[in-house]
T-cell receptor, first 115, second 115 residues
Framework: DQQVKQNSPSLSVQEGRISILNCDYT??????FLWYKKYPAEGPTFLIS?????DKNEDGRFTVFLNKSAKHLSLHIVPSQPGDSAVYFC??????????????FGKGTHLIIQP | DSGVTQTPKHLITATGQRVTLRCSPR?????VYWYQQSLDQGLQFLIH???????AKGNILERFSAQQFPDLHSELNLSSLELGDSALYFC??????????????FGSGTQLSVL
């Protein structure tokens, strides 16, 4: 069973506009959430994270929103730039076990920024 | 460059064979994680080693095993290979030292093809 779901395999957005990537999770034990970005032939790289005690975290053009009651998070990229074209993975962690367990990842959303 | 080195980049082998994937973590990181990315799946957590000791296990098959050596490099051994084991295998390291640290640094992966 997929505990972290990214229902959009791909998303196309015009340069300069807002990109919104969505992620849903089912495990209520998850209390820390992250987004990773992956370019072809490279490993994923950490982008931004949020703890379950917050509902928003911002870092430059990237903002992550968390809606715990809906078990939903989203990543907003404003404005979108050509270099943002990549696969974005949503990931979640259950810290109650001390954080030793690996992250649970979604299948990814391929973001394409159109010029 | 994440600082995590994985070798080889590509591996082609036959069913029933055994292979070893190697990972060198970032300088100073004691934790190494292994993930598998199959064609239609997100990254699946396999196993986490911390300072030479196994810390957590995910969906790792019994045919697969891993170890972390005193110099902190890690090896993932895959045996009795099946067609379904064809995947991209990522290694990641982190500054985890018993306190949650989900910011992982990934290598560029080993693409395994079982024919």
């Amino acid at each position: 069973d997929q505990q972290v779901k990214q229902n959009s395999p791909s998303l196309s957005v015009q340069e300069g506009r807002i990109s919104i990537l969505n992620c849903d999770y089912t495990n209520s034990m998850f209390d820390y959430f992250l987004w990773y970005k992956k370019y072809p032939a490279e490993g994923p790289t950490f982008l931004i994270s949020i703890s379950s005690i917050k509902d928003k975290n911002e870092d430059g053009r990237f903002t992550v929103f968390l809606n715990k009651s809906a078990k939903h998070l989203s990543l907003h990229i404003v404005p979108s730039q050509p270099g943002d074209s990549a696969v974005y993975f949503c990931a979640a962690s259950d810290r109650t076990g001390g954080g030793a367990d690996g992250l649970t990842f979604g299948k990814g959303t391929h973001l394409i920024i159109q010029p | 460059d994440s600082g995590v080195t994985q070798t080889p980049k590509h591996l082609i082998t036959a069913t029933g064979q055994r292979v070893t994937l190697r990972c060198s973590p970032r300088s100073g990181d004691l934790s190494v994680y292994w993930y598998q990315q199959s064609l239609d799946q997100g990254l699946q957590f396999l196993i986490h080693y911390y300072n030479g000791e196994e810390r957590a296990k995910g969906n790792i098959l019994e045919r697969f095993s891993a170890q972390q050596f005193p110099d902190l490099h890690s090896e993932l051994n895959l045996s009795s290979l099946e067609l379904g084991d064809s995947a991209l295998y990522f290694c990641a390291s982190s500054a985890y030292t018993g306190v949650p640290n989900e910011k992982l640094f990934f290598g560029s992966g080993t693409q395994l093809s079982v024919l």
